[in-house]
Nanobody, 124 residues
Framework: VQLQASGGGLVQAGGSLRLSCAVTGRTFSTYIMGWLRQAPGKEREFVAAIIWRAGNTYYADSVKGRFTISRDNAKNTMYLQMNSLKSEDTAAYYC??????????????????WGQGTLVTVSS
């Protein structure tokens, strides 16, 4: 699959942004999709994931209650609604996918396809 993230930008702390990820290619084989992020000087980390067909969702503790992942199967698009943004949410955000079945909580190593990132900057 090919993944293209968009929707990043500059926002004040406490504000909101919605990221989108357009999915093309072999979408029928996709099992789970997710969002990863990488801040400058830090390792890439898992943010959220959604099982493409069933809709089950997973969240990192750091974003639980503030971020919501969703998808529109008809539009082959995944979203990440980010509310109550904090300065520590500043990072490049990547959408990712895999056709492999994941047992348990996904991690940033669970995915084998990634798109180009979209930058989110939260000013304090």
């Amino acid at each position: 699959v090919q993944l293209q993230a968009s929707g990043g930008g500059l926002v004040q702390a406490g504000g909101s942004l919605r990221l989108s990820c357009a999915v093309t290619g072999r979408t029928f084989s996709t099992y789970i999709m997710g969002w990863l992020r990488q801040a400058p000087g830090k390792e890439r980390e898992f943010v959220a994931a959604i099982i493409w067909r069933a809709g089950n969702t997973y969240y990192a503790d750091s974003v639980k209650g503030r971020f919501t992942i969703s998808r529109d199967n008809a539009k082959n698009t995944m979203y990440l609604q980010m509310n109550s943004l904090k300065s520590e949410d500043t990072a490049a955000y990547y959408c990712a996918a895999t056709s492999l079945r994941i047992i348990g909580m996904p991690t940033h190593r669970s995915f084998d396809s990634w798109g180009q990132g979209t930058l989110v900057t939260v000013s304090s």
